[in-house]
């Protein structure tokens, strides 16, 4: 039986200074790099957010409210050039770990309508995996049929690249040990939920006030939120923390790991 895919989604928290511009954390990307070689996972498939290079410029030019005036134009391609570096860097890294990323560009073959995913062809994707290389998308600026562009938010693509390609599992590595019943960030009383299932899913709320960085595409309630299409499909999901040591590679080896497991029933 063809193993199923594993769609690995490094979150823009982890893996940049989110309060720092255009500025990558790169002992946690060669470390995560490393990780993932010693995992040896097949049929993997990694995404990685934007940090703080999409969403501020993201952001400044209000890509996610579609084209309005000719100045945003710019905007877009600055917006998709700055998570080009990104994707760069950790393509790198992927690479002199011995990792056969190629990276993919998800403006080159996806369309959103309202921001929401519409055309999707998934077969290089599918052939990458087949020839044994390693497909790197990320988000990224997108043409939309009826707001002329858009954000896509690297969850909202995790989520569907894992139901389009059955995938058997998401792993999100995101900066804190899972979902909580609060910010764990904020109040130090948050209780770290273990298992969830998507029922209680659509239920749960993670406050964005108390955010003091940018992202355009709703930080951990907007990754709730982009889950639960993928959960209802059967696809189970953990999230755990990416900014410490061994996670990731724990999840991808399916040991024992901190995180919040995510299933159907």
């Known amino acids: 039986m ?9 979150g823009g928290s982890a893996i940049t200074y989110k309060a720092h511009p255009q500025r990558a954390n790169m002992r946690i990307i060669d470390r995560l790099a490393k ?45 998709h050039e700055a998570m080009t570096v990104l994707n760069n860097l950790i393509m790198k890294a992927l690479i002199r770990h011995n ?5 993919v560009s998800p403006s080159s073959f996806i369309l959103t309508k309202q921001g929401r995913i519409q055309e999707l062809d998934t077969n290089i994707i599918t052939r990458m995996q087949e020839t044994g290389f390693v497909p790197v998308l990320y988000g990224d600026t997108v043409l939309d049929l009826e707001k002329g562009f858009a954000i896509l938010s690297g969850d ?33 009383s948050a209780k770290r939920l273990q298992r969830v299932t998507a029922r209680e899913l659509e239920k749960f709320h993670y406050g964005t006030k108390t955010l003091k960085v940018t992202d355009v595409t709703g930080g951990m309630h907007g990754k709730i939120i982009e889950l639960i299409p993928a959960i209802e499909h059967g696809v189970r999901a953990v999230i755990v923390n990416a900014k410490k040591h061994d996670t990731i590679r724990k999840a991808l080896c399916n040991e024992r790991v901190a995180g919040t497991l995510i299933e159907k029933e």
């Not at 063809?2 to 490094?10: C, E, I, Q, S």
């Not at 990792?99 to 990276?103: E, G, L, S």
């Not at 139901?163 to 058997?168: K, N, P, Q, V």
């Open 156 to 188: 909202q693509l995790t989520a569907r690249l894992a139901i389009e390609l059955g995938a058997e599992r998401i792993i999100i590595g995101v900066d804190v040990d899972g979902l909580y019943t609060a910010d764990p960030k904020e109040d130090s």
């Open 99 to 103: 990792i056969p990323a190629v990276a």
């Open 2 to 10: 063809k193993t199923k895919p594993t769609v690995l989604k490094l």
């Open 35 to 79: 990780e993932i070689e010693d995992a040896k996972t097949s049929r993997l498939i990694i995404v990685h957010g934007g940090g703080s290079f999409g969403h501020p410029l993201a952001k400044k030019y209000a890509i996610n409210e579609g084209f309005h005036n000719p100045a945003q134009r710019l905007g877009f391609a600055e917006t």
